[in-house]
């Protein structure tokens, strides 16, 4: 299973297996990860499981798509590698990869 | 708290996977049970009625948390069982196996059932409602032999459905009693919308019509309704409303309304139990009222304060209430409760097309949206609704102004 480390606003790093076809909010949750809430369970309608992608990775990531775009633009912090964690499927390509939480979703 | 205090939590859906992970994270070190009439480790119940009916998701999809993820929480499950009352001076539980289990502190997480409807036929085979996995499960077996379906109830539920059974190719008619789709809960024009949106789709919607039977030899094949009408059905699906699961807390001595009262940080009348979910009456302080809410987030939201009182911490549960549906290619999200506006306005065009947003007014302050198919409104309606200050409704309708400019701080 790729391994990814999710890493809280004030530094507190996890590393976590998170088995290919789940999300990367999935990975948390299932991880009891704080710093995502996800209250729609990964509809892509809440706007709670936003993460910031480390910019390495991010072309692994792709870019988000409309609908999470739209949802993405009214965050008061966005950054140009913020994603609804809900819409990130984990491939085998993710291994190692950091993604960052912000602080508003604690 | 003692190590051997033992917190037991009856039901296994939303309310209560939140609650038992908040439980650990403040730090609970006794033990926890949670017990189930239903026979699955939790599950999401919203794509019940979209993606799971619809075959584009499947059950291994819809787990609330991986297994493991209970291990680590050291959470003992009992599914499939019932419990049957509760002896709070004891602080016992009766199973309907005929055990009984004791408990330190309790947490009622018992949710809500479907509204039964007393119809001749009812008993045909075809006949489903919808609130559980098995229910679903049922209806997808029905569905694949079935041709034309019937759906009572114009509510949400009821139109997802009717819009996952069309997508599975079948004929679907809606039979509502009410003049408009969602009159209870919607303006009329999101009503309006959701008729057009459906007939579009080649669904069938009949407004007034009330159900007095089912028909059929064994298998059910035609609803007759007051008017003597008889549509034709392979499957019929009653969607008409859910009764709160109350009986165990009133039987018990703890005061119940519509919905087992709870005060803001999720406590009941009695000091060592709980409750969270679909099943409470609560206060909601930015509502300035109380009132029971049927929605994930609610569930969540005031689950964690729940696990927070358990664990002796005072945190209060007021979060507006959201919520949302799909049907066909719409995406819906409702920020706050509209009952009471004096107003509801229009972004966008409702008549034509599939993206627009009502905003529901109450004294020259926003107090409701239903948003379709616009992530943006819906997320500047709720700061709107939060920010509580007057709005410029000219500006508000104005679709060539962007909507953030109206909050506050929007030019930021
Ligand atoms: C088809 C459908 C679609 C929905 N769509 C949405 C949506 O899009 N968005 C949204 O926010 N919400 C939606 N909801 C509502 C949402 O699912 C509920 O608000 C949520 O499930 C409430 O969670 P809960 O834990 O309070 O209760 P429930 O999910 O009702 O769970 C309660 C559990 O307790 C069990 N139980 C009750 N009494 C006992 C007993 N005595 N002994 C043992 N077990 C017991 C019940 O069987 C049940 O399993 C939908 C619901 C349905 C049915
Ligand atoms: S979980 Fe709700 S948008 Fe991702």
């Not at chain 2, 009348?269 to 709980?274: A, F, G, K, M, N």
Request: net charge negative; charged share 25%; aromatic share 6%.
């Amino acid at each position: 299973m790729p391994a990814i480390t999710y890493i809280e606003f004030d530094g507190t790093e996890y590393h976590v297996d998170v088995a290919v076809g789940n999300s990367v909010m999935e990975g948390a949750l299932n991880n009891m990860i704080d710093g995502i809430v996800a209250e729609c369970g990964g509809c892509c309608v809440c706007c709670t499981c936003h993460c910031m992608i480390d910019p390495e990775w991010s072309e692994v990531v792709g870019e988000a798509n409309d609908e999470e775009n739209e949802l993405l633009e009214m965050l008061d912090v966005r950054e140009p590698t913020s994603r609804l964690s809900c819409q990130v499927q984990v491939t085998d390509e993710m291994d190692g990869m950091v993604v960052r939480l912000p602080e508003s979703q604690y | 708290m003692e190590v051997d205090d033992h917190v037991v939590i009856i039901g296994a859906s939303h309310a209560a996977v939140q609650l038992m992970i908040s439980l650990r994270q403040q730090g609970w070190l006794g033990a926890i049970t949670t017990i189930s009439d239903e026979p699955h480790m939790p599950y999401q119940r919203p794509p019940l009625s979209k993606s799971y009916l619809d075959g584009s998701v499947e059950a291994d999809r819809l787990v609330l948390r991986a297994a493991e993820t209970y291990d680590k929480l050291k959470v003992d499950f009992k599914l499939g069982c019932k419990v049957t009352s509760i002896d709070a001076r004891n602080k016992q539980l009766n199973l309907d196996t005929g055990e009984k289990i004791g408990f330190t502190k309790l947490a009622l997480c018992t949710g809500a059932r479907v509204r039964q409807l007393d119809l001749p036929g009812s008993e045909l085979e075809g006949v489903h409602y919808l609130r559980t996995m098995d229910d679903v499960k049922a209806i997808r077996q029905s569905a694949k032999k079935a041709s034309r379906a019937v759906i009572i109830g114009g509510g949400y539920i009821g139109l997802e459905t009717a819009a996952s059974l069309t997508k599975l190719g079948i004929k679907v008619t809606v039979l509502e009693t009410e003049t408009r789709l969602l009159k209870r809960v919607a303006s009329e024009q999101v009503s309006g919308f959701y008729k057009r949106l459906h007939e579009e789709e080649g669904v069938e919607i009949r407004l007034g019509s009330k159900v007095v039977a089912l028909q059929g030899n064994s298998q059910v094949r035609s609803v007759v309704c007051d008017d003597d009408s008889h549509s034709g059905a392979d499957m019929v699906i009653i969607g008409v409303g859910v009764i709160p699961n109350t009986e165990l807390a009133s039987e018990a001595g703890l005061v119940v309304e519509n919905g087992i009262v709870v005060d803001q940080f999720a406590q009941t009348s009695h000091p060592d139990i709980v409750a969270a979910g679909d099943c409470t009456f609560h206060p909601n302080a930015l509502l300035k009222k109380s009132l029971r809410l049927e929605s994930v987030p609610n569930a969540s939201e005031q689950a964690k304060a729940a696990a927070a009182s358990l664990c002796g911490i005072k945190k209060a549960y007021s979060e507006l209430p959201w919520f949302w549906s799909d049907q066909f290619d719409v995406k819906l999200q409702i920020a706050g409760i509209s009952q009471g506006y004096t107003k509801a306005v229009v972004r966008g065009d409702a008549s034509a097309g599939r993206s627009f947003s009502v905003f529901y007014i109450k004294d020259q302050y926003v107090i409701a949206a239903d948003c379709i198919n616009r992530p943006k409104d819906f997320m500047v309606a709720k700061k709107l609704i939060l920010q509580q200050s007057k709005i410029d409704v000219a500006a508000l309708v104005d679709e060539s102004s962007e909507i953030k400019k109206l909050l506050i701080n929007g030019e930021q």
